[in-house]
């Protein structure tokens, strides 16, 4: 299975972790709200579906409005398929978000992973939000040393590209360690004491680790960062 099918797969599994949906539903949401499916195609799609299928951990099941089915009964097409998440795709699902590999630290999988934080326990979230800064770090400071190395031959525009892909790897470092610092500032305030009121239910992967002002300038988790 290559990585981008493997990043398709466990993004199709979070969302109808969420609800079943049907096909076009699906990928809707995975162009809107994951960017980095903005360009994919049903022919993409489907082929992923049947092997997750086939893999038991979804199964199909027809629309649930019968007015639906019988319309397309009537003009001849068939019926349009739900696909509903299964107990054993669920707890597929929960063991690739405990994964914190360095997989998980690059560009593509990154987003993905991101966009799935708020069901993702918080010590998984810290190691790979600390993965992800790593990578960074080193992938920066190779760019740094390429371009010292290379500065005297470049053209002004090729240097400026150089500096603007540079930049942008500099941006999502600063706000990898905003996520950092305000996730270790949210579970620091939780293992402590409770004051006042009685302190709130947390869950595991509740999301109150983010910042509450966020820069407008923050890189998008969804855009590749300059290689």
């Known amino acids: 299975m290559s990585r981008r099918s493997g990043i398709l797969e466990f993004a199709v599994l979070g969302l109808l972790r969420e609800a079943p ?4 539903e699906l990928r809707k949401r995975l162009n809107t709200s994951l960017g980095i499916f903005r360009a994919f195609s049903y022919g993409t799609l489907y082929p992923c579906l049947k092997t997750l299928v086939a893999s038991g951990w979804l199964i199909e099941e027809p629309g649930s409005a019968p007015e ?4 397309a009964s009537l003009a001849g097409r068939r019926a349009k398929i739900v696909y509903r998440l299964t107990a054993e795709g669920k707890e597929h699902f ?10 998980t630290w690059e560009d593509e999988h990154f987003a993905a992973r991101f966009a799935f934080f708020g069901q993702t326990e918080r010590e998984v979230r810290m190691r790979v939000l600390e993965g992800r800064r790593s990578r960074l770090e080193e992938r920066l400071e190779k760019m740094r040393a390429s371009l010292a190395r290379t500065r005297e031959r470049l053209d002004d525009y090729t240097l400026e590209l150089q500096r603007h892909g540079m930049e942008s790897v500099e941006r999502e470092v600063r706000w990898l360690n ?10 620091d305030q939780r293992s402590g004491p409770a004051t006042g009121s009685a302190q709130q239910d947390h869950t595991s992967g509740e999301t109150g680790g983010l910042p509450r002002h966020r820069d407008s300038t923050r890189p ?6 300059a290689n």
């Open 21 to 24: 949906m049907h096909g076009y």
């Open 68 to 71: 639906d089915a019988l319309a």
């Open 94 to 103: 929960e063991e690739l978000l405990s994964h914190t590999g360095p997989d």
């Open 178 to 187: 905003e996520l950092i610092e305000s996730e270790r500032a949210g579970r």
């Open 220 to 225: 998008d988790p969804s855009e590749d960062t």
